[in-house]
């Protein structure tokens, strides 16, 4: 009988196991109103078909594909079935998507957040790049958040490079949401890059954001040596030079992203101060003593801080706290950090607190309270930190003596508490002498701390110079040795061309090994600029982030341990087509005699 209910439980926690390895998820969190979004399921078994039925409300169901895939490791073998399904919003906002039923399980509701239809740029569908932007909220109020975004659409072939945008009476900062993905439109397949910045407005009124613009080429088809093997094409055709039609180069390509235009709005008139517009807003203090007890005159130290999802830490009002009767309170300085979730800035603002009680008995802590808007659901909200008592003792009084607050008007070491004697006869107590105490002891540390680091630094000067000593010596022994190896490595480098340098270079990198990576690179840059001292040089003459990227992984492999062979395959990646030099502000290509370098946007 014991064992039949054992099956019989079995079989109905089956269901509840396979809904268990179920999970979706969605490709991007944020659109714009007219674009496509991915609903992905994913199972670790068997995938059912699922009611698509809830969604048909906030979407237009595309269509769906299946794929699957094979893992095996540690003699355990893994098969996962993914299936997509292409969602089209019907409407702007927030859209929850619910959870669906597959086969019997359940996945979990997922948030997309849907933004008005984009603005067209200059470009239409068929040009080799244009752009679209779009703002998730055109009427936000002065000092609230939203999220500017800019989609850089391209074809096959074009790379270039991005601008920033910018805006006369807004904040604009970048967000870590850049998103790359592929469309269709119109029978052209485009790439697609998404970047965001939060757009903060910092007065009332119409405000426009200028978009970037974007600088490039198109891959021209045709034989890269074309110029090489007929250069008498270059005369039978001058003006294709001139218009930038190289043949087997390519041609220049841009694009500018159209103007948006939002409309601040005033601070509501029942809103509190200081004006805090936010999404959520928490308000903590920690350190107090879980007994509750203090000591009269030893400081305690307590952190009181303010974040705020949706404002950058610089916006949030400072950490204070309130007077607080019979103690003496000393701020530290405050501590700012700003991170972001990909679409709202989170700002918090972090000071500590030295609590000196004066005297015995109870020490009450007032509450601290902080007004902000809830710009979710536009209200005026409060945060707060409840009060708190404290039980202080361990004053230094006389018998009988009773412990008084110190005068409303002193200030420094005269602010001490004076004990009132409870008869003629009886001895004036204080507690100065345990404030003093303490005081003492604090200027004791302080000064034991400044000898000690002006031990080290002694110590430091010392042993710098006597290894410089040391190192001269061997040096001197050296130096004609080293210069003359140096001379001959250069002039050998010196005698190749470039295209060999380059070859040179690339085959190193993608040995794996960092220090010869380097040298071949720095050899293959004094092609062009022979006064390139080394690798901070040659990162500093150049303009494009992936390549400096490159050098900083590069250096971080033969100096802090990182993986070389990763390292070197970025860096063969990244200067696979040549250097991209500053000219006056400008990138430059490499004068090498090949292939001039293409680099495409970030993905």
Known sequence: MTRQWWIVLLVLLAPLAHAASVHAFLDRSHVSLGDTVTLNIQSSGALGTPDLTPLEQDFEVLGASNSSSVQIGNGQTVRTTQLGIA????????????????????????????????????????????????????????????????????????????????????????????????????????????????????RTGSITVRGPAFQGQKLAVGNPGAWFNNPNALFNNPNALLNGQVPGIGTPVSATAPETRIDARAAPANAGKPWLPARDVQLKLT????????????????????????????????????????????????????????????????????IVPQRDGKLSLPAITLNWWDVAHDRAQRVSVPARTLQVSGAVAGAGSVVAPPPPAATGSAAASVAAPASPAAPVATALPRAADAQWFWRVIALASIALWLLVIAAMATWWLMMRRKTQRVTNGGTAVETTRAAAGAAKDASKSPHTLQAEALEVARSGNAAACEHALLAWARAYHPDMANVAALRNALSDPAQRDALDALQRARWQGADTVDACSATASAFAHGFIWKEDGRPARGKSDDLPPLYPPRE
Do not use: C
């Open 87 to 202: 969602l089209k919003p019907r409407h702007a906002g927030t859209i929850t998507i619910p959870a669906l039923d597959v086969g019997g399980a359940r996945t979990q509701p997922l948030t997309l957040q849907v933004g008005a239809a984009p603005s067209g740029g200059s470009g239409r569908t068929g040009d080799p790049a244009f752009m679209e932007t779009s703002v998730l909220s055109s009427s936000p109020y002065v000092g609230e958040q939203t999220v500017y975004t800019v989609r850089l659409f391209y074809l096959p072939g074009v790379n270039g490079s991005l601008g920033d945008p910018g805006a006369d009476g807004a904040n604009l900062i970048k967000l870590d949401r850049d998103h790359s993905y592929t469309v269709d439109r119109n029978g052209y397949a485009y790439k697609v890059i998404e970047y965001s910045w939060a757009l903060i407005p910092q």
């Open 287 to 354: 350190g107090l003593p879980a007994s509750g007890e203090l000591t009269a005159g030893v400081p305690l130290t307590v952190t009181l801080s303010i974040s705020a999802t949706g404002q950058p830490a610089d916006a949030l009002p400072e950490p204070e706290l309130p007077p607080i009767a019979g103690a003496r309170v000393y701020p530290d300085q405050t501590r700012d950090s700003t991170d972001d979730s990909g679409q709202w800035l989170q700002g918090t603002r972090t000071r500590n607190f030295a």
